[in-house]
Structures are given as C-alpha cells and as structure tokens.
C-alpha cells in the first residue's frame, strides 16, 4: 500500500487511540497531517511529536498554552479553538478519522467532506442530527463515506460487491447492554455505576448507558437509514449477546450474509482505514468453538423504548433525529449526575420529541440550532418528579 496522508479528529480519544494504534503499527504507510482533541494538550502533543503531524489543534482555547509549551523546539503547528478545527479538518487528507464526540463535530466533519477525500465515520451526531445535510454534502463534494461504528462497518463490508436493489432486509445486532434481563421494575432502581459496565465492550459513559437503554441502537438505526438506503422498513434489530455477529444483510434469494469479529473496535477501523484492500491488526481472530454458541432474541420495546422512539424519529423526519439526539444526551448526563432515574431518561427524550421544536434542517447552522433549543427544553424537564 503506498503511503496515504490522514487526520484524526478526537485523537485522545478511544476511537482516536485505537486509530493511532493501527497507524503505529503501519508507520510507513501513513503521513499524519493533523490531530485534535478538547483539552488533553500534553497527550495531544505526545502524539503530535511521535506521529510528526503538520498541526495539532485543541478545541478549549485555554490548553492552548500548555500545548505550545509541550511543542517547543519543534516545527508543529498548534492552534485551538472552533475555527481552529475546521481550519485543521480542511487541510485535505486522504483519510479523515471523524471522531469528535457529539455537536462540536459537525463543523469539522463538514470540513472535511468539503474537501472530498474518505471521511471514516466515527462521529453519531453527523448522521443522527444532520443525516440529510451530511450525505447531501458528501454527494455535492465527491467524498466517500466509511462508517466506523462496528455495525454499519459490518454492513458496509456485507454489501461489497452487492446491488443493494437486491437487499431485502439489513439487521443491526444489539448488545442488550448490562441490564437485557432486568425487569421494569429492576430497571427503575438503576444505579449509574451499574449501568456504565457494559458485558462486551471498553467503552465511554454515555455510550454505556446509552447500550444500557438501547438508545444507541436507536442512534444507530438512524445512521443506517442515512448510510444504506433500503427505507425504514427494511431496517431491524435484534438482540446477540455475545457481540460476535456485528450486523447481517439478508438478499431476495434468502442469503444472509454476517460479519464476526471480536469486540474491538480496531477492526472496523482497520476496515474502513484500509479500503478497498485489507490491513493486519493485532486482534485475536474468532474461536467459535471457544465461544461455544451464538444467540438471538428480538428486542423489547416495552422494556426499552428507545428503538420504538428512533423509528418514529426517521419516519417523521425533519428535526426529529435532531432533537431526539441532543434530548438524549441531556438526560443521560441528569441521570449520570443521579438527577433522574434511569427509566427517566427515554421518558425525558420522549416528552421533548412531543414538543415539535422545530422545521427540518437545511443546513448545518439549521442543526445546530435545533440541538440548542432541544438541549435547552430537555434541562427544563430534569427536575426531579415530585
């Protein structure tokens, strides 16, 4: 493989690492052209002058200092602030990672598809809240989309060398998170220390309890009706506990096709790094007979609402995605506070969605805009019920 250029953005984080792994791994075959994180200025650094990226860019001004202060002696750039990452984003890469967490990703993101090259999507917002904005941009600007996420990453390898005319149905696997057996009443008394271990993989708080509440896969369901268009009602899920079976796609003939792979997300990311070829990871491959067995069980919507809520979500269209989002994102964090109980969190999601905030999006301000009136009207409902 000839040598390729590449950004990441969110570079501190578990996306960013583990991309940075593979590119350590690989070193020949990459030139780092820019890295971003929040505030992590001495670890961004670290990574700056191990990777000899052109920039490095963190998004709180007031790391700005430290960061420089850490570059010292060498020739990298360091910048920060909001303009500072879209300036990074826009510098063109063969590859950009696109894995800031949550709004503060869109602009970036956008930047980057402006410039036409392979975008490797790890960023939910940019689909879940600006789906038809995103794929709009990527269409007018000739970039190439790769997901991220192990479930649409699996997808997308199932449909390789697929007409996805021929697609009847496309299947995304759901963990069921650390509470798949627990009953409503269970539920109700939650803790977030409980909610956060998450049986299969290493993951963040939020997207642990959003595994949890089976939010994510309502997010995820949303980003699979913007990445592969077979229409809503040829999108399902179902619940594999065992996180092997990363998602499947089922053609007219009765073929069904799967991805297995193990619980790491260096293999979709290796996936969508070395597209249309293939590249060595250090994972572990499958032992099945280890693994013993495999298991299946459709979701609970009454139990978990929060697939039932996406769907409405999609079907509705506009700015539903949107303020479904960033409503989620509020309650999850009331409830990571121990301000709400846990079933509290896709009721406050659910009594935001009813409000009707606003008219569909048509550019990127548009979502912007929607996710700060949702985000505002969610904190309203975070006080405790009396």
């Known amino acids: ?149 192990s479930e649409h990453n699996a997808i997308f390898q199932c449909l390789q060398g697929n007409d996805i005319a021929h697609v009847h149905a496309i299947t995304l696997t759901a963990s069921g998170g650390p509470f798949r057996d627990w009953s409503l009443e269970q539920l109700e008394k939650a803790t977030p220390v409980e909610a956060v271990k998450h049986p299969n993989w290493s993951m963040g708080a939020k997207i642990s309890v959003d595994s949890a509440t089976m939010m994510n896969k309502g997010l995820e369901f949303i ?75 459709a979701p609970d919507e009454t139990r978990f609402p929060a697939t039932r809520l996406a769907r409405a979500a999609v079907i509705e269209g506009g700015a539903a995605p949107a303020v479904m989002n960033a409503a989620n994102e509020i309650a999850v964090a009331a409830f990571l506070n121990s301000q709400i109980g846990f079933t509290r969190i896709v009721q406050s999601v659910e009594n935001v969605l009813s409000l009707k905030l606003a008219p569909a999006p048509t550019c990127l301000e548009d979502v912007i805009a929607v996710d700060a009136e949702a985000r505002a009207r969610a904190r309203e409902m975070m006080e405790p019920v009396r």
């Open 223 to 297: 980003e699979a009706y913007h990445l592969f268009p077979v229409g809503v009602e040829r999108l399902r899920i179902i619940v594999h506990p065992q996180s092997i079976v990363h998602s499947m796609v089922e053609y007219r003939d009765g073929s069904t096709l799967a991805q297995l792979g193990p619980s790491d997300m260096r293999v979709p990311i290796a996936s969508a790094l070395a597209w249309p070829a293939r590249m060595d990871t250090p994972c572990a491959p499958l032992d099945l007979a280890a693994i013993g067995q495999l298991t299946f069980r």
């Open 1 to 149: 493989m000839k040598s390729r250029s590449i950004t990441v953005l969110g570079a501190t984080g578990s996306i960013g690492a583990s991309t940075l792994d593979l590119i350590r791994r690989h070193r020949d075959e990459w030139r780092v052209v820019a890295l971003t994180a929040h505030s992590s200025a001495a670890e961004l650094a670290a990574l700056a002058r191990e990777f000899q990226a052109e920039i490095v860019v963190v998004s709180d001004e007031a790391a700005l200092p430290a960061l420089r202060e850490a570059l010292a002696g060498t020739t990298i750039e360091a910048a920060a602030g909001p303009a500072a990452l879209i300036d990074a984003a826009a510098r063109g890469a063969d590859v950009t990672v696109a894995a800031i967490v949550g709004c503060a990703g869109l602009a970036p993101t956008m930047a980057a598809i402006e410039q036409g090259g392979v975008i490797a999507l790890a960023n939910k917002e940019a689909l879940v809240s600006a789906g038809d904005v995103m794929t709009a941009a990527v269409a007018r600007h000739g970039a190439t989309l790769l997901p991220v996420d």
